[in-house]
């Protein structure tokens, strides 16, 4: 079983950066690929960027690509988005979401079976 808290979240100016970060619980962490999502109002979820578990490939939706970076840090248990030059259309809840084994990298939430409860990012123009 893996918990997922996230963090970091918050009010930013267009233009502007945050990091989120999520802590995940249990000892299998090291070995779960993980990834990003988020959902705006009125909208579904859909997929930011994802990460393998052990770090050597990424992969993101091309609406944040080359703006957003997903790292991670085994030891720590933690996995990171660093997010630079916000938009308005960044705004949304955004999640992490580990797959349940030593997948490959996967940008369907179907592939995910351990989610965080949310942290929300907001953007203003």
């Known amino acids: 079983q893996v918990q997922l808290v996230e963090s970091g979240g918050g009010w930013v100016q267009a233009g502007g950066s945050l990091r989120l970060s999520c802590a995940a619980s249990?000892?299998?962490?090291?070995?779960?690929?993980m990834g990003w999502f988020r959902q705006a109002p009125g909208k579904e979820r859909e997929f930011v960027a994802t990460?393998?578990?052990?770090?050597?490939?990424?992969y993101y939706a091309d609406s944040v690509k080359d703006r957003f970076t997903i790292s991670r840090h085994n030891a720590k248990n933690t996995v990171y988005l660093q997010m630079n030059s916000l938009k308005p259309e960044d705004t949304a809840v955004y999640y992490c979401?580990?797959?349940?084994?030593?997948?490959?990298?996967?940008?369907?939430?179907?592939?995910?079976?351990?989610w965080g409860q949310g942290t929300q990012v907001t953007v203003s123009s």
């Open positions: 979401a580990a797959r349940r084994g030593r997948w490959r990298i996967s940008a369907s939430q179907l592939d995910y079976g351990y």
């Open positions: 249990g000892r299998t962490f090291s070995t779960l690929p």
């Open positions: 990460i393998a578990w052990g770090g050597d490939e990424t």
